[in-house]
Nanobody, 124 residues
């Protein structure tokens, strides 16, 4: 059974930074494509960032390009999202997602497994 747990969310001021983590179990992490998505209050889920299994290919939403960095540690089965220069519009529940594949995916329907989410709130 695949289990994914996000952590690192919280309340931060405009311009601040946060680092989200996602620990996965029950799948061969080093062979899994991983992604971060978010769901702002009252809105649908949206793509944030994605990384392939090797960690050498990444994709970002235009809204976070240059501010967020996705990374992974295949030895620790951990996915991370370093967020800086945070804005109030980054406020959302952030989810990590996984798909047993060596490619990279930016669409939520391409992913098979999801964490429960972690809340990020950016105050103005």
């Amino acid at each position: 059974q695949v289990h994914m747990v996000e952590s690192g969310g919280g309340l931060v001021q405009f311009g601040g930074s946060l680092r989200l983590s996602c620990v996965a179990s029950g799948l061969t992490f080093k062979w899994a494509a991983m992604g971060w998505f978010r769901q702002p209050p009252g809105k649908g889920r949206e793509f944030v960032a994605a990384i392939n299994s090797d960690g050498d290919t990444t994709r970002y939403a235009d809204s976070v390009q240059g501010r967020f960095t996705i990374s992974r540690d295949n030895n620790k089965n951990t996915l991370a999202l370093q967020m800086s220069s945070l804005k109030p519009e980054d406020t959302a529940t952030y989810y990590c997602a996984a798909r047993p594949s060596m490619s990279v995916y930016t669409v939520d329907s391409d992913y098979d497994y999801w964490g429960q989410g972690t809340q990020v709130t950016v105050s103005s």
